[in-house]
T-cell receptor, first 113, second 112 residues
């Protein structure tokens, strides 16, 4: 079963614009991760944020986590055509279930040149 | 570093047959997890192997089984294939008690 729900399901923007994707989840987590997938191939890890962190940056990526609302957001600034892909959030419950990732349905991002 | 490698890339099987998928983890990683990703969906956790034993399992029937070898490589076996088993099967590796998972390019299984 899918733990997370991602919003929006699809996002279409122009190059240079910012893209924001949201993820909600249901149970307690140790960390939340964001992945990118191009054309149904393997997933590429983007960023990991732990449950005791509120915000994290990596290059053009900014991730926030609100554990009280059980939600996270991924912001991609100054989008490029190469950012076109599906983006997934994944939660890791930690403890005895460490590494058992539960993924959301994903957001399909299209960046037009 | 070759990263996580999976074989084969594509596979077509007939309903009722059995299939074996293979995965070599990233160098230095001893934990391997398998995921099933249906078209248009997010990946779903099948099981995880560590020290040649199944450490965790998702909600998949016993038709799905696996193995991990001493060199940490892993196999996923699916028996009595159903049409609904058609999906992209992803292997991921991570260091012991590691955090981020590194994924292979996947095996696209089509059951006809």
């Amino acid at each position: 079963s899918q733990q997370g729900e991602e919003d929006p399901q699809a996002l279409s923007i122009q190059e240079g614009e910012n893209a924001t994707m949201n993820c909600s989840y249901k149970t307690s987590i140790n960390n939340l991760q964001w992945y990118r997938q191009n054309s149904g191939r393997g997933l590429v890890h983007l960023i990991l944020i732990r449950s005791n962190e509120r915000e994290k940056h990596s290059g053009r990526l900014r991730v926030t986590l609100d554990t009280s609302k059980k939600s996270s957001s991924l912001l991609i600034t100054a989008s490029r055509a190469a950012d076109t892909a599906s983006y997934f959030c994944a939660t890791d419950p930690g403890g005895t279930s460490y590494g058992k990732l539960t993924f959301g349905q994903g957001t399909i991002l299209t960046v037009h040149p | 570093d070759a990263g996580v490698t999976q074989s084969p890339t594509h596979l077509i099987k007939t309903r009722g047959q059995q299939v074996t998928l293979r995965c070599s983890p990233k160098s230095g990683h001893d934990t391997v997890s398998w995921y099933q990703q249906a078209l248009g969906q997010g990946p779903q956790f099948i099981f995880q192997y560590y020290e040649e034993e199944e450490r965790q399992r998702g909600n998949f029937p016993d038709r799905f089984s696996g193995h991990q070898f001493p060199n940490y490589s892993s196999e996923l076996n699916v028996n009595a294939l159903l049409l609904g088993d058609s999906a992209l099967y992803l292997c991921a590796s991570s260091p012991q008690w590691g955090t981020e998972a590194f994924f292979g390019q996947g095996t696209r299984l089509t059951v006809v």
